[in-house]
């Protein structure tokens, strides 16, 4: 396990995957590695989509802000299965120091993001107890209920297919770093005031929703931890495909590049919450473009799926991040 972020695969394989409580055939879809959702069959020709994340609160980005980056994350994890996040579970374990009216910001941002999106907030838990501190403050679960005959699953990339991004690597990780630190950031005002902005595009429902009406959309993968090249070995070992990616095709937000090298983070392995890795069959390639950049969101074509595994860059061999390029960054600017 590495000393933080997300679990291994060997970590998952070895500690979890063989221990996961009752065996039930209601369950058409369980943890595995990689994967961002799970799938219970409720019968009747639906099926009900889950995903947990936990709740992060930064103080820094302003108590609204906050609550709704911390949303986006918790919903992303079930958009991307093609269904829509319809209800939400929300527990909630408050530092001491949270005053009832931070609070109040916090969920008032939340209720109103859910609101617009047609999410029904169903059940929860809400309480201050010694110990816990920003910015990890709670967990929650987000549900859809739908087609199952329409999931899109994060394990279904297919040899032949097309692999897609939409806004690049590490949108997230410039975002939070540019808005929490922009002092310690030795780039122009406006550079720094561009990053910041990259904060507000942690947000794929629309997306992902959008391009749900094109048959050929095989696998839908949000990049989070472990940034794009992250995503990109579990796309590929969840499907046990190879993936071919050119480097000189893949996107870039603007401020991204300045920041991470003044920063001296790797984008590809930063954090990048937002950016959606899809596996396309090659004939809906320009439809699902088309669907983005009508949404006004920037995506391309970037590579191939194989027979074989592993991922290849520009016809080299890579290997799967050992943690995440953000979070060393964020210790020695936080002082953490």
Known sequence: MPDDGKISRGFFETHVASRLGADREDVALGP????????????????????????????????????????????????????????????????????????????????????????????????????????????????????????????????????????????????????????????PAET??????????????????????????????????????????EMADSAGVRLRIDSEAVPYRPGVEATCEALGMDPWRATTAGTLLLAVDPDDVDGVLDSLHERGTPAAEVGVARTGSGVEVDGEETSPPDGDASWPVYARLSGR
């Open 192 to 233: 720094v005031a561009t990053a910041q902005a990259r904060l507000d595009e942690v947000r794929l429902v629309g997306d992902a929703l959008a391009i749900t009406e094109h048959d050929g959309v095989h696998a839908m993968h949000d990049a989070t931890e472990g940034g794009l090249l992250g995503g990109l070995h």
């Open 32 to 187: 595995k590695h990689g994967c961002d959702f799970g799938v219970i069959d409720a019968g009747g020709g639906s099926a009900t989509v889950l995903a947990t994340d936990p709740i992060s609160i930064l103080p820094d980005l302003g108590f609204e802000r906050a609550g709704r980056f911390a949303l986006h994350i918790v919903l992303s994890d079930v958009a991307v299965s093609g269904i829509p996040p319809s209800h939400l579970s929300v527990a909630f374990a408050l530092p001491s120091e949270m005053a009832n009216e931070e609070f109040d910001r916090v969920w008032g941002a939340i209720h109103g993001e859910c609101r617009r999106l047609g999410v029904a907030i169903t059940t929860g838990h809400t309480a201050r107890y010694p110990g816990s501190e920003y910015p990890w403050v709670g967990a929650a679960t987000a549900i859809g209920v739908g087609d199952p005959d329409r999931i899109v699953r994060p394990d279904g990339t297919r040899p032949g297919d097309r692999i897609v991004l939409t806004k690049g690597p590490a949108v997230e990780a410039t975002g939070l770093l540019a808005s929490l630190f922009p002092d310690a950031i030795d780039l």
